[in-house]
């Protein structure tokens, strides 16, 4: 397995992941994307047998005010979205991926990595990011339906 930045004439790969992670309706309100949505963006994947089998990416801001977890000017990185094909989970290959890039994001001066973690199956969500990736458990932002 081995886990690098994506190249441009691989974004027809991701855009075909990406729908195959929206068909899966594993999480609410996740929406298809495009190549023109991707082209600009610094995606890492994951690589097996020549063939892509998970992405991530996000990007570096800064922060803006001072938090209970964070000084105004801390720059951080946010993972937009990660996501691994069903028959390549439960090997590693998601945490290889999360530790790559954070690991640049550490490289590239940031003082947190954060996420906006989506699913339906929050036990295992957690269980991914906090247990075993060392995530810290922050907040959570729930919706309930009313109509």
Same mark, same amino acid.
Request: proline share 1%; net charge positive.
């Given at each position: 397995? !081995?886990?690098? /930045? ?5 974004? %027809? ?7 195959? $992670?929206? @068909? *899966? ?15 600009? !963006?610094?995606? /890492? ?5 020549? %063939? ?7 990007? $570096?801001? @800064? *922060? ?37 890039? *954070? ?45």
């Amino acid at each position: 397995m !081995k886990i690098r /930045f994506a190249k441009k004439f691989e974004l %027809k790969d991701i855009v075909n992941l990406n729908s195959i $992670f929206v @068909k *899966e309706n594993c999480c609410n309100n996740i929406l298809a994307d495009g190549e023109e949505y991707y082209a600009n !963006k610094k995606i /890492f994947v994951a690589v097996e047998d020549n %063939k892509i089998v998970g992405y991530g990416y996000g990007d $570096f801001a @800064k *922060e803006t005010n001072t938090r209970s977890f964070a000084k105004a000017n801390d720059k951080f990185f946010e993972l937009e979205e990660m996501y691994v094909l069903p028959e390549f989970r439960n090997l590693g290959v998601g945490q290889k991926l999360f530790k790559k890039i *954070e690991m640049y994001a550490k490289q590239n001066g940031a003082k947190t990595l954060r996420l906006n973690a989506v699913s339906k199956n929050y036990k295992s969500l957690l269980n991914f990011y906090i247990e075993i990736l060392g995530m810290e458990f922050i907040s959570a932002y729930l919706i309930k339906n009313l109509d």
